[in-house]
């Protein structure tokens, strides 16, 4: 099951990666996929600070991989350069992934074969100006039953506003 949310800017796609935080556990893997600026570093970085993370999340595009301290340790890739399984920086990058962290990949398709199964898939695009159409796919029904609620909640906030 898909949940969907259209997103009317930042706040709402940061109010979702902090709610899918509220859903992960070490070893849990999210992977995203967007255009360029489509917000995936803004969901990952809510998530991040609502899993403990203090000081900047940036885009790992350059680095390829970006390691945080917080409640739970976070990982966020970005694989957008990356695809030939023998590719040294892959090895390098998918080391971040682990089971004692919560990974964030963002770009995954050239790296799905190296990674655990995703608990959560985000897919957003672009809508128009700030809006984003985010669609919400869990690896279970307990995940997609929560995502859909999440998804539900921030629909009435927008409805009593």
Do not use: Q
Not at 45 to 62: H, I, N, W
Not at 79 to 98: K, M
Not at 113 to 126: K, N, S, T
């Amino acid at each position: 099951m898909t949940a969907e949310f259209v997103s009317e800017g930042p706040d709402d796609t940061e109010h979702i990666g902090a709610g899918i935080a509220a859903l992960l556990a070490p070893g849990d893997v999210v992977v995203l996929r967007g255009d360029l600026g489509a917000g995936k570093t803004t969901l990952v970085r809510a998530a991040a600070r609502a899993l403990g993370v203090e000081g900047p999340v940036t885009s790992p595009t350059f680095a390829i991989a970006n390691s945080y301290a917080g409640r739970l340790p976070v990982a966020h890739l970005d694989a957008w350069r990356l695809g030939d399984p023998d590719d040294e920086e892959l090895g390098l990058a998918l080391e971040c992934v682990g089971p004692e962290v919560v990974a964030f990949v963002e770009w995954p398709d050239s790296v799905l074969h190296g990674l655990p199964e995703p608990r959560v898939r985000v897919d957003i695009a672009h809508g128009g100006g700030d809006r984003r159409v985010l669609r919400l796919d869990g690896a279970d029904p307990g995940t997609d039953a929560s995502l859909e609620a999440l998804c539900d909640d921030l629909r009435a906030r927008h409805r009593n506003a």
